[in-house]
Nanobody, 114 residues
Framework: QVQLVESGGGLVQAGGSRRLSCVAS????????MGWYRQASGKERELVAR???????TYADFVKGRFTISRDDVNNTLYLQMNSLKPEDTAVYYC????????WGQGTQVTVSS
C-alpha cells in the first residue's frame, strides 16, 4: 500500500507564496513519476504539474511561470513551490504517484484570499 502524506496547505493572500510537500513511503520513490493535482469545489480534479523519475517536468498552462515542482529522491519527498498565488488557485491539492497504477494522498487545502 503506497502512502502519500501532503502538508503545507493553508490560507495565503493573493500574490503570496506557499510550498507543499508530499512524503512517500512504502514505494521505491525514485522510479515513480510524481505529480500534483488539484480539485476546486464543484470542479473536477485537474493536473497542476508532473515530474518524471528522470526529472522532466510538465506544467498546466495556468501555473506556468508561477509554480515549480521538484523531487528529493533521497528523502522520498515531492514539492510544489507556488508563487504569485491567485484566488482561483484555491483548491485541495493532491499528491500522485504513478508507476503501473495511480496512488493518491489525502490532499491539503490551499485557500488564497483576495
Amino acid at each position: 500500500q503506497v502512502q502519500l502524506v501532503e502538508s503545507g496547505g493553508g490560507l495565503v493572500q493573493a500574490g503570496g507564496s506557499r510550498r507543499l510537500s508530499c512524503v512517500a513511503s512504502t514505494i521505491i520513490f525514485n522510479i515513480h513519476a510524481m505529480g500534483w493535482y488539484r480539485q476546486a469545489s464543484g470542479k473536477e480534479r485537474e493536473l497542476v504539474a508532473r515530474i518524471s523519475s528522470g526529472g522532466s517536468t510538465t506544467y498546466a498552462d495556468f501555473v506556468k511561470g508561477r509554480f515549480t515542482i521538484s523531487r528529493d529522491d533521497v528523502n522520498n519527498t515531492l514539492y510544489l513551490q507556488m508563487n504569485s498565488l491567485k484566488p482561483e488557485d484555491t483548491a485541495v491539492y493532491y499528491c500522485n504517484a504513478r508507476l503501473f497504477q495511480d496512488s493518491w494522498g489525502q490532499g491539503t487545502q490551499v485557500t488564497v484570499s483576495s
